[in-house]
Structures are given as structure tokens and as C-alpha cells.
């Protein structure tokens, strides 16, 4: 092992092939991973193993080799996929996703090194798959995936996203914000795809009518084309009584449209969904609401003062337990959690953000 860190790191020829096919919020924090490697290890051949619809948000990242592949369901899948990934030969497998449909495609992968999960974040007998693993340390996702890439043999720098957008995306954006004529501008992407996470759509109408009747606001709800949640997000917007100062995007813009869209406006509010990160990535303050998971987990990156965490509340209330008590792993599957958000809370952080440059 030490002369193959001594030839190959050095030569930095490296073939490196990250194992990330989705979620699209979890796909959205393994862009900086990739552009360390690329920092660190220029000359480095990078292949990236995803799924659609992920593959739309990171379509056009420079000098990566992408293998789109569909998420094998049967066994057929999986021979299907085995003769298509048995061409490729790499140096290092970063395998940061740790499930089983997906650690079952480890094997099909020649690499003599696999990099997988530490055993405390490895699901499904992970370790079984890979011949490595990076230390445990209680931290966000998108440093979990930066411990991949010094493992590697990388030396992470700055946190850099670069999410490629082209002129149709921005133009698609200006032309939602400039339809209303606002001072400010908020994006809500109320809905998840885990109903546990959501707050009550009776919450969200309140909010948007308090913030509609205190600040010249631009209000712009967003989420997916599924129809539960598209009617969901429906209701929200029938019950407001500001719909005039209301766009309702919901379900229709591409993950690149969405990307423009949230590096523009003012602010995002939104619980544990890909929107969050994506307006990370674009330095866009992030309201994020979270009581589920703790936020120093998956919350958004760069707005920990802003987020409202929950989750110690929760698991007092509905566990009965305290956080020193309770496993790494523990979340609070209670629909009850997200409402111990108050909208008062949530207004004191848009008036921290809506004012911070007045």
C-alpha cells in the first residue's frame, strides 16, 4: 500500500471514481468534494457514478466523466450494470453512499482501494464492501465527503460549488423575480418528501401573510412535480390572503432553473430538502427549519445563525431523553416535531436578513 501511495499520489494520474447517485440534496454537498480533488490532483482522471434526476443539477461540471446509470430494482439491473461498470479499471473508489441497492454495486467496481463510511455512518454493512474507511467525527454531510477526499490524498481547501448554469436558466429566473415588483424577494420550498419534516401548511400561510403584510416582499413557493406535494403547496397558496404578492413555481423548473433562482433571491426558507443546499451552494442566505435530524447534521452550510434546530426540544418532548443520551444515529419520527417551530421565531430571522444592509 505505502508504494502505491508513493508512485501514484505522487504522479497525480490518478482514477478516481465517486459512488453518489442521489439524493439530489446529498448529490448538491458532494460538489465541493469533487472540486477539491480536481484542486489538489489536476491531472487526476475523475469518474462520478449518479442517477438522474441528480445528474441534472451537476450536468456540465468541468473535467468529470459521469456514468449515468438508473437505480438497479432486480437482479437483472444489477447483471445489466455489472457488464457495464466491468470496463473500467480505477485507482480509488469513494463509496459516499452507503445503502444497500447501492453497496451492492461496489462489487462490479476494480479499484484497489474502496473508501467507504467509518462503521458508525456505514448503513447496511457497508464495511463488507470497501477495504477503507474515514474516521468518525460528528459533523455536516458535505465535511463527512471532504474526509473522502483527504483520504484520497487531497488537502481541502475553500468550499467551492461553481454549479454550472447557462443564459436560458438565468433568464428563466429574472423573469419569475421581475414579474412582481418588490423590494425583497423570498423563496419557500415548504414541502419534503418525508411528510415527518414538513410544518403545517396552516404555519406557512400564516408566515407568508405576516411577512407579505410587514415587508415589500416577493413571495415564491417552490418544489417537485409530485403531485401530493404540488397539491400541498397548492393549499398553501389558496389559503393566503396576500396571493398577490405570491408566485407559485412549484413543480415547474429543472434543477438548473431552481439553482438561478435561488442564488437571486434574498433569502430561502425551506426544512430539510435539496433546496437548502442548492442555496448554499449559490451563498444565499437559508432559513432552515429543522427538528427531525439536528441541523449541524444536514442544515444549511453557511446559515447556522439563521436555522431554527428543534431537534434537542424534540427529543425531550417525544423521547423523553436528553442529546447526551441518545445515539448518533437517532432522529425523532414524530409529525409533531416540526411544529414546536413558532412563526414568530421564523420572522425574527427574515428580519435579520431582510435588514442587514438597511
Known sequence: MDNYHTTKELE???????????AIGDVCLMIPTVKSIQKSLPNAQLTWIISNPAYELVRGLPKVNFIVIDKPRSIKDYICLYKQLNKYQFDIILATQANMRVNLIYPALKAPRKIGFDKQRARD??????????????????DS????????GTTPNNIEWDIPLNTTDNETANKILLSKNHKYSIAINPITSKNERNWSLENYTELIDTIASKYDCHIILTGGADPKELEQIQTIYKLCQTQDKITNCAGTLNLKQLTALLEQVDCLISPDTAAVH????????????YAIAPAKLS????????????????VTKFLCKSLADIPWKTRVHDPRAMQLIQVEEIMDKIDTVLTKGD
Request: net charge positive.
Open 125 to 142: 454493512l457497508q464495511w463488507l464492501f470497501t477495504n477503507e474507511r474515514i474516521d468518525f467525527k460528528d459533523e455536516h454531510l458535505l
Open 12 to 22: 497525480q494520474d490518478l482514477k478516481i471514481c465517486v459512488v453518489r447517485l442521489s
Open 278 to 289: 442548492i442555496a448554499s451552494a449559490m451563498r444565499t442566505p437559508v432559513i432552515g427549519l
Open 145 to 152: 465527503f471532504l474526509s473522502f477526499a483527504k483520504k484520497a
Open 299 to 314: 442544515g444549511p452550510y453557511f446559515s447556522k445563525e439563521l436555522t431554527l434546530d428543534k431537534f434537542g426540544d424534540a
